[in-house]
């Protein structure tokens, strides 16, 4: 059973920091790159970030370049985004993708408030 599970949302102030963690089961962890989306409230989902099945981060989106972090650590299965100097924009939830051509796996989302 396949399964992608965002956990480490909340509320947290703004210039604050936050980890997201994607914890993923039933495929072969390692071969998959994986991806961050968040959808605002209002509006379409959009693209964060992607980390490659060979550990690299191949593509970021321009607003949250040199404050979010993408990483895995294949042994636990795990995917993390660190998120530094948050702003009341980044509001959302955030969503993790498994994906492998033509497979691809979306987990249920954590939802992330910066406010004061």
């Known amino acids: 059973q396949v399964q992608v599970v965002e956990s480490g949302g909340g509320l947290v102030q703004p210039g604050g920091s936050l980890r997201l963690t994607c914890e993923a089961s039933g495929f072969d962890f390692n071969s998959y790159a994986f991806s961050w989306y968040r959808q605002a409230p209002g509006k379409e989902r959009e693209f964060v970030t992607t980390i490659s099945s060979f550990n690299r981060v191949t593509a970021q989106a321009d607003s949250v370049r040199g404050r979010f972090t993408i990483s895995r650590d294949n042994a636990k299965r795990t995917v993390y985004l660190q998120m530094n100097s948050l702003k009341p924009e980044d509001t959302a939830v955030y969503y993790c993708?498994?994906?492998?051509?033509?497979?691809?796996?979306w987990g249920q989302g954590t939802t992330v408030t910066v406010s004061t």
């Open positions: 993708k498994a994906v492998r051509s033509p497979y691809g796996y």
